[in-house]
Structure formats: structure tokens, C-alpha cells
């Protein structure tokens, strides 16, 4: 499908189903044994998409959600783990602020652990809006972007609002460009 509409990236989640695990699939925190071992059950199938994504010029980016979203992959750290089991260069990281605020203990270790792997960002307050509309601090994420030397894209993720959408948008783009033109690192034009 990515081949068929000219992309080159697909974002990927893990997700539970409820008919094959006996947990609950949500609002669960795994250990890192269950997780491990959960993880290791979809390597493979990993590796075999991973494969045919190559094979059609396409990377794909693991996104860990948040334990209300899933319990497999939530941290960076999960997802580099799954990565490097993957061990495949088209296969990287797509990091999610709004999951982030949940599940990290710190961005800027998140982050930093992530580098060689982060491929994408996804911008979204901790309220699911538009950055500058709650409480993240965007000005030290995009700092640490800027000190890994990312040079990727960004996109904003909020949730969808209708009321003044271009206003709310154009808002979020300047508050995070105006972020980048004082951090200087970070290609807010990709935005």
C-alpha cells in the first residue's frame, strides 16, 4: 500500500488481542520478562515485514504507545529493545510526545537513547492538543533534538479539533518554531 501511494515510511503499533492474551490488554503494566517474552513471539513476523517492506523501499517506524493503548511496546526503551532484536536498517523509532508524557520517566533520556534510531516525531500536548496548550516542555524536547542532531520530521498529532482548527494549528506551528529559532538545532520547516 505505502509502494502503491508513493510513501516511504509506515508508522506501525503493537497492539493486544483480547482472543489470544488472558490479560488485560489495556491499563496493564507488564513485567519486563512478560514483555520480553510477549516480544519475542512477534520477532518474527517482525523480521518478515521488515523484509517485504525493504524489498519495497519502505521503512518502518515502531511507535510505542501508552499501557491504555497497549501493554507490549510503551517506552522507548521497548522499542529500541524490539529494534535492535529486528536489527534491520530500515527498521526505527517513532517517538510520540502525548505517549511519552504517560510512560517516560524523561524525555530527554528517551530521547537520547532513541538516537540512532529516531526516524520521526509526533507533536501533541499532554492534553492531546496542540503544543502550547498544556503543560509539556517543548522547549527542552526539542533541545535534546537539537543535541542528537536530529534532522527528521515532525508532524503534529493532536487530537482532532474542529472549532478554529487553522487558528489552533498555525498557533501550535509558531509556538514550536518560534521553540526552534531560539534552540537552532531542529528543522521546524518540516513541520
Known sequence: MCQLLGAQVLNICLFADDEVFSFDRTHSILTKDQKSRLIDRVIPLLRKLTAFAKNHGVELLL????????????????????????????????????????????????????????????????????????????????SNLARIGYTEYISFEPSLTLDNYRWITKNGLNFIKNIEQATRGTRAHNC
Not at 92 to 106: K, P, Q, R
Not at 117 to 140: C, E, T
Open 63 to 142: 511507535e510505542p504507545l501508552n499501557r491504555y493503548s497497549t501493554p507490549f511496546c510503551t517506552t522507548a526503551s521497548d522499542a529500541i529493545d524490539l529494534a535492535n532484536k529486528i536489527n534491520q536498517d530500515n527498521f526505527g523509532i517513532l517517538l510520540d510526545t502525548f505517549h511519552m508524557n504517560i510512560e517516560e520517566d524523561s524525555f530527554d533520556y528517551a530521547i537520547q537513547k532513541s538516537k540512532t534510531l529516531l526516524h520521526h516525531m509526533h507533536f501533541a500536548d499532554n492534553n492531546r492538543k496542540m503544543p502550547g496548550y498544556a503543560h509539556i516542555d517543548f522547549g527542552s524536547i526539542m
